[in-house]
């Protein structure tokens, strides 16, 4: 067993009311400078939609992440015939008018306009080029609240690939909240030429290194979730960083302190990284399951000592065992990772939505009324497309969360009316009462310093040289010991 430990997010898109107030506390932090105008290292997309940049899922268009290649895996992007060819030239890069142009608006008109018969307005003009834009024709957000969504939502893959696209309009909207995943085998780290990304071996942070970083962009094209950017002033990739300089003294992440509907979990998980490399060799459908499996109880002496023996200290321990992750992703299974077939194993979890109780095919919600729950194919938000979206098409998984979002909530009706339901339906859900009242607490009442588990650090304490050295989930076998 080779315990590592991973500071991971998860976010509960039930809640996430898409105010975007997460993006704009990051980019005020962080992306705030020439060159950076177009970076959203935090975003939040319309789904069904195109997102950010558009149509960043598909990996016929982009070929990012990796793909299996007999027992191994490789980057989708990278070949060794193409990559020499590639140094000079990136052919599966965004371009701009798939991020947007960024623009700002000519305030100044409107207090310096001479005077004259129409009212001065306040013309938008490029970022990039200081030139007027006559029509503003994309933004970071340009499908917001299904904005434009029959020209836009209905190109989303996921509904394409689950038959959805005639009916999506009548069916729901929600929102999807994006940051690097910081993933456990990151395809922008294995693609860098110059090894300018690393993973930190204290906390998994994924980082660039401006010092070394040359500008490739490599890991733009590899990475499939595009959370890697090029700032065109400084000639060098960027990206989440995951706030290390506040998680280092304690604080959440900014996107997470910010946020209005306190959608976000922040904590530690840990894991064998020892089997990583078979359960990436995984089908698609298996690679939910198979990172689980990975996923270790920091309870348990067995781990503990394993963890100890690879310098992982008792406070971060102490915050792995009572880690929120852990109980959404591992304990109750209710968490999912982003699009796992992309095969970078993310590091951060989604729980799916289940608002507006709704059905579209029946009357299930009455069944509410009744203490019933309803099959989840009945349900508003259509099984197939979470599948698509968080399990690797596997329907089995997604409906299981369904059940158990459905019955949690017809247990806490009956609960606050005073008629408690029969626990064989909780049972069936796979809960108990005690993991009802918990996961209830967790989701709807837990404050601050329930929802963000951050483990005190301190970067004097760590290792010098505390990168994981090398490239693609090969990496991941060196102990902190053995490095
Ligand atoms: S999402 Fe994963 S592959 Fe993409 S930049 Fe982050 S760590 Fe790298
Ligand atoms: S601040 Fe929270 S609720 Fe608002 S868009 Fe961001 S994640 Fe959603």
């Known amino acids: ?26 980019k005020n932090i962080w992306s705030d400078r020439e060159g ?39 980057l989708k992007s990278m070949r060794k015939t193409t990559s020499l060819l590639n140094m000079f030239f990136q052919p599966n890069l965004p371009a701009i008018e798939d991020y947007y142009e960024p623009f700002d608006f ?58 959805l696209v005639e009916e999506y309009d009548t069916l729901f909207m929600q929102y999807l909240p994006r940051i690097c995943n910081h993933c456990l085998n990151p395809a922008c780290m294995a693609s860098c030429p ?22 490739w962009r490599f890991c733009v094209s590899s990475c499939p979730y595009k959370k890697v950017y090029f700032n065109w002033q400084s000639g060098k990739a960027e990206k989440c960083i995951f706030c290390y300089p506040r998680v280092e003294t304690g604080q959440v992440n900014a996107c997470a302190q910010s946020c209005v509907g306190r959608i976000r979990y922040v904590g530690v998980l840990l894991y064998d990284a020892e089997g990583v490399e078979a359960a990436l060799l995984k089908e698609d459908a298996e690679l939910v399951q198979a990172t689980r499996a990975l ?21 971060w321990l102490a915050a792995a065992a009572r880690s929120p992750i852990y109980t959404l992703v591992k304990e109750f299974e209710v968490a999912l990772p982003l699009h796992p077939e992309f095969r970078t194993m993310p590091m951060t979890y989604y729980i799916p939505s289940l608002s507006p109780v709704l059905s579209v095919y029946g009357e299930s919600h009455k069944l509410l009324e009744h203490g019933m729950i309803p ?3 009945t349900l508003r938000v259509p099984v197939d497309y979470h599948a698509r979206l968080l399990a690797g098409g596997n ?20 609960e606050n009316l005073g008629r408690p339901i029969d626990p064989g339906i909780l049972a069936a859900a796979g ?3 005690e993991g009802a009242l918990r996961l209830y607490r967790l989701f709807a009442l837990a404050g601050y310093n329930e929802r963000n588990v951050i483990p005190p650090q301190q970067r004097e304490d760590q290792e010098s040289e505390s990168r994981r050295k090398g490239a693609g989930f090969g990496i991941l076998t060196k102990t902190r010991k053995n490095r």
């Open 194 to 215: 110059s090894r300018a990304l690393y993973k930190r071996a204290e906390d998994g942070v994924v980082l660039v290194d401006q010092n070394i970083c040359r500008g």
């Open 375 to 377: 099959e989840p194919e």
């Open 431 to 433: 809960l108990d009462r």
């Open 1 to 26: 067993m080779d315990v590592r430990a991973q500071i991971v997010m998860a976010f509960h898109l039930d809640k996430c009311i898409g105010c975007h107030t997460c993006s704009i506390s990051c």
């Open 395 to 414: 329907r089995q998984i997604v409906e299981s969360v369904m059940k158990k979002m459905f019955t949690l909530r017809v247990f806490m009706r009956g």
């Open 106 to 163: 000519d305030y100044a008109n409107l207090m310096e306009a001479k005077s004259a018969d129409d009212q001065p307005v306040a013309e938008a003009y490029s970022r990039i080029t200081g030139q007027p834009i006559e029509q503003i024709k994309g933004s970071a957000n340009w499908d917001d609240d299904l904005g434009g969504s029959r020209l836009y939502a209905a190109r989303d893959l996921n509904l394409q690939q689950a038959k």
């Open 295 to 315: 996923i270790l109880d920091a309870r348990d002496p067995r781990v503990r000592e394993a963890a100890a023996a690879n310098g992982i200290s008792e406070e």
């Open 36 to 74: 950076t105008e177009y970076m959203w290292w935090n975003n939040v997309e319309t789904k069904p939609g195109l997102g950010y940049p558009r149509a960043w899922e598909d990996q016929q268009r982009y070929k990012g992440g990796w793909v299996i290649d007999g027992q191994k895996i490789s």
